[in-house]
């Protein structure tokens, strides 16, 4: 995904705080969705289809990978 990184528009949660904790980034990709670590821009990043982001995002708000 490293070729793309320069025309992607990178977006932090609005929930994210400004203390450094754990955020995400995403950006929309033509047909997926970009996630990558706030705190480690040029790290990894994973791209999802829509639908699988979308199971994902809805996985998160139930719940379903808090400790």
Known sequence: MSALDLSL??????KSGS???TCVEVA????????????DPNGPKLAF?????GTLVSDIRAGRYDR
Request: aromatic share 8%; glycine share 20%.
């Open 28 to 39: 929309g990709m033509e047909g997926d969705v970009a996630v990558r670590d706030s705190t």
């Open 9 to 14: 528009q990178w977006r932090k949660s609005s």
């Open 19 to 21: 203390e450094g904790g």
């Open 49 to 53: 289809g829509r639908p699988a982001f």
